[in-house]
């Protein structure tokens, strides 16, 4: 059954797992607010687990919005969760700060919670990494209505020694001729330590036809790499706007992704359309499989509430596709 929360919305989620335990945690606001739009203003993070990524139970709140003055005073937003060598669960969200009432004007930034049993979590206080300059686009610029920085998924280096952070971030420049729009790219830090973090050259280059590439993930899939985002038709620019958006898959190479050479995400496939977003890949008790919050519905109203699995398989021309009973989608 798909996941739900009478008189909620439910939309961005992010897994954790334990032994036979999957623990959610998504994004939630009351319909009351009436305006879908106001969700994002008003998010806090829920908390439910599953053994089979289908029957749930839900816990409730775990983490809310921060008091006035910190960095997420108006909302918690997407992140992930790692656990580290101590055994400690980290989970790096996004802290949302709107500047005014009534408008999107926004400033995001990466922070950090902590917990011994997935259930409990604890803030750090203040602020672990913000959008920087040279790379990468700032409020101060002007140049987009938000200063994005969210989404943080984080992966150990193949060495054991440092950890990487992917990051929906915007490029400062842009090249010549290319839509203003067109900054989205795959933002990058990098850690030692994985409490300090440091920003680094984005993964990607703007111009591919995305203003955001959003919850980036890097999964293997039936012994393939690919990285996973979001953009939905709404946000396509370039020559890709007018066209349809979603949830959309990059093959990988073998080589490691973060050598230097940048992720050419203009490649990237479309999985599923903006019936589903924020997909997130998991491996269910009968293999790979997508789940994405249900988000465009009938009327193309705002529906709010978690799918089941879709299982995942590579065609023999290397396109990733989401399978139901009736039909690929």
């Known amino acids: 059954m798909a996941f739900s929360i009478p008189d909620f919305w439910v939309w961005d989620f992010w897994t954790a797992i334990d032994g036979p335990m999957v623990h959610l945690y998504y994004l939630r606001a009351p319909m009351s607010l009436a305006d879908p739009q106001l969700r994002h203003r008003n998010a806090s993070v829920g908390h439910a687990t599953s053994v089979d990524y289908e029957n749930w139970t839900d816990h409730g709140v775990v983490l809310e919005h921060g008091a006035p003055g910190s960095a997420d005073e108006s909302a ?8 580290d060598p101590s055994g ?30 997935l259930h409990e979590w604890v803030k750090t206080p203040g ?18 209505r938000e200063e994005a ?12 020694t440092m950890w990487h952070m992917l990051i929906t971030a915007r490029s400062r420049q842009v090249p010549a001729g290319v839509d203003p ?14 409490d300090s973090w ?52 990059l093959a990988l190479g073998g080589d490691e992704p973060f050598s230097g050479e940048l992720l050419n995400v203009a490649d990237a496939q479309l999985v599923v359309g903006d019936e589903l977003y924020a997909g997130r890949v998991v491996e269910t008790p009968t293999g790979p499989a997508l789940l994405g919050f249900e988000n465009v519905g009938q009327n193309s109203e705002f529906v709010g509430r978690l799918s089941d699995p879709l299982p995942l398989r590579w065609t023999d021309d290397g396109r990733l596709v989401a399978y139901t009973t009736e039909r690929v989608r």
């Open 76 to 83: 918690t937003w997407t992140g992930s969760v790692y656990r």
């Open 198 to 249: 440091t920003a680094a050259a984005p993964l990607s280059a703007p111009g591919a036809g995305f203003a955001h590439l959003e919850v980036p993930q890097l999964v293997r899939i039936d012994g393939k790499e690919a990285l996973i985002f979001s953009c939905d038709s709404s946000h396509l620019v370039g020559a890709r706007r007018g066209s349809a958006g979603g949830v959309w898959a």
């Open 181 to 194: 729009d067109d900054r989205g790219v795959i933002g990058y830090a990098t850690s030692r330590d994985l």
């Open 88 to 117: 400690l669960w980290r989970m790096y969200y996004t802290g949302s700060r709107y500047l005014r009432p009534g408008e999107d004007t926004n400033v995001e930034t990466i922070m950090l919670a902590t917990s011994t049993d």
């Open 149 to 160: 920085w969210r989404d943080p998924w984080v992966v150990p280096d193949v060495s054991g």
């Open 127 to 144: 602020a672990l990494l913000s959008a920087e300059r040279p790379w990468y686009e700032t409020l101060a610029d002007q140049t987009w």
